[in-house]
């Protein structure tokens, strides 16, 4: 772990810290919730280390509170996370083969996605993608447990704001991808279409719906040239 921060230059490493960190927030936000709604303590804490999707976590326990069954829920779960295919077509040479597969595959994230993706080199991708799931992993568990424990103090996470700490986030990745214009272009058609399919679709589908958007993507000729 230590060769994989010296790796990182120091404005990575430091965004990543404060990822990890804000991931903890969002962790503990999500075990006061499930405990909150009446779940016991093992559940979100078996779920964060099995599972480890927070979306597909608080879509779990949110399903399940409102009198759903568990099964819907994994449903719901599993389409939200069927984006993590596209992830692991574009990080595929980052994780590497063999044995690294299994725990590169669980912890990826789309912070750590998006951190690897955004360094020069494979190297400095690589060591992205490892510290920041392995951070988030750490950070988001210990969140959790410690939400767990305080979930019958903190009732309404809402009224602190720890709800918006998760998007918040993805939305500091997001944003300085957008400079570029067919990036733009890509974003605005996919979050439209979200945001007009949101009343219509259940909850997990219009952020699948949004990856229409990737058909609006065209990589430039310069990208192209370098490639070769």
Known sequence: MRSIWRTLDRGPARDIGLVCLADGVVGLSYGAISV?????????????IVVFAGASQFLFVGIVAAGGSPVAAMIAGVLVNSRHVAFGLAVSDVIGGGWRRVPGSHLMTDENVAFALGQDDVRQRRAAYWAAGI??????????????LAGTVITDTDALGLDAAFPAVLLALVLPALRDKSTRTAALVGSMLALAATPFLPAG?????ALVG???????KPALEMAR
């Not at 909150?36 to 964060?48: A, H, K, Y």
């Not at 951070?135 to 767990?148: K, Q, S, T």
């Open 36 to 48: 909150g709604n009446g779940l016991p303590l093992w559940v979100p804490v078996v779920l964060s």
């Open 135 to 148: 951070g988030i992993f750490v950070c988001w568990n210990v969140g959790v447990l410690a939400g767990g």
């Open 205 to 209: 589908l219009p952020v699948l719906l």
């Open 214 to 220: 990737l058909l609006f993507y065209r990589v430039e």
